[in-house]
């Protein structure tokens, strides 16, 4: 009898849990997904194979510049957009080869910013690795770099003008950088750029920099000729540029002049630039271009890489309405980068489970997280990377799964599918606001025949990277004025 009524309690007590178990699935909500149009996706990775910017004009060198109507300062003022594959037609035949190429870059890019937050957090400066004029001897600085690897090389490019009279110069835009240049005659070793190079002696504004100047004290690399300011600018992979420092012109077409912008005049530049004249600075640096025209704020849209359109750099145009924003962030020990408040991620509209705090800028200079237009993949601390990447997977069971690419270690075979629900992605800032992303900017074709991967990857590294691929289609506004970033989709 004992044995019976035992019997029964037990039976009862898995008819209690089986039935709690099923009201706990039916309340818990089901994960939050997006659809990811496979089929255009593909369609783009095989036009940019074949699209020539000098068939198509997809970046005119007349292109006009204009005031932007939206600012509320009166001073507003864009400047077309454009990626690298509208500038230069690529020489690769299959888009796999030319994925493994951006990534390539991306690795360098990558290395050259978190070293550049490992000197700053110990303390030292550049000039103390190697004499600086042993530096900027130009023949001591003849080594070629290895194609297709510079830090420098970027992504997005706009056309600026440069002396006077103004001169127009394809120029790469870099947000993780501070130094402004651009390749002069006389060149003792220039690489080829699409525009003529150059010429200090056919501009009236043209001015060398003493070496007591506050703006060559500012130069993180520097030397002194003749009372003459030098400077170089080196990266991650090798590349450099060396030559004169001098204030000079800049031009953005109707908006007017902008004079006495320090630049490097580099007369030795080695690494591959893509056919771009030189560099515009856009770093939080007092030598960077939007630091120099004391800009307000500034905001980008990122076409995707894989098309042929292109949109705006707009100055002085403050946060839209919509903006998704965040408390922009300064480090103490590296003014360059813009660190954002990120307190963390969700997958499926869950939560990824990380410490509090897991993001946090640190006194000392180490963690936090940058949003950084030159980098392309987000990289996330190793720890944080494996609980986002398992998420996705667990909650991603139907998604017929394929060997890693490259960096990249989760991989489907779509090649089978037009379109597929995967589970959202979205990034949490301190203040309560979510950016959720498109599909499209987290998973990604890495070849023309349908396999996709996720597209983060971990870093060793305290540093965190918004990456420009989670960034394409979203307006990104940093409002220097008052410390915040903004995110805005659909806004290109």
Partial sequence: MATSSSSSKLSLFFLFSFLFASTLARNSPSPTTKILDVLASLKQ??????????????FSKSQPLFFNSSSSSGSGFSIPLHSRGSLRKTHHVD??????????????????????????????????????VTELEPEAL????????????GEYFTRVGVGNPAKQFYMVLDTGSDVNWIQCEPCTDCYQQSDPIFD?????????????????????????????????????????????????TVSFGNSGDIKGVALGCGHTNEGLFVAAAGLVGLGGGPLSLTSQIKATSFSYCLVDRDSAGSSTLDFNSGLPADSVVAPLIRS???????YVGLTGLSVGGQPVQLPPGFFELEQSGNGGVIVDCGTAITRLQTEAYNALRDAFVKLSPDLPTTGGFALFDTCYDLSSRTSVRVPSVAFHFSGGMSLDLPAKNYLIPVDSSGTYCLAFAPTTSSLSIIGNVQQQGIRVSFDLANNKVGFSPHKC
């Fill in 45 to 58: 990775t095989q036009h940019i194979l074949s699209f020539d910017p000098q068939i198509s004009n997809g």
């Fill in 142 to 153: 003849s080594t070629p770099v290895i194609s297709g690897t510079s830090q420098g090389s």
């Fill in 200 to 248: 200090p002696s056919a501009s009236s504004t043209y001015s060398p920099v003493t070496c007591e100047s506050r703006q060559c004290s500012l130069l993180r690399q520097s030397a002194c000729r003749g009372g003459k300011c030098l400077y170089q600018v080196s990266y991650g992979d090798g590349s450099y540029t060396v030559g004169d420092f001098v204030t000079e």
């Fill in 332 to 338: 103490r020990k590296l003014d360059t980068f813009y």
């Fill in 95 to 132: 888009y796999k080869n030319l994925v493994r190429s951006r990534l390539d870059r991306d690795s360098a890019r990558v290395n050259s910013l978190t070293t550049e937050v490992l000197l700053a957090v110990n303390g030292v400066r550049k000039t103390e690795l190697k004499p600086v």
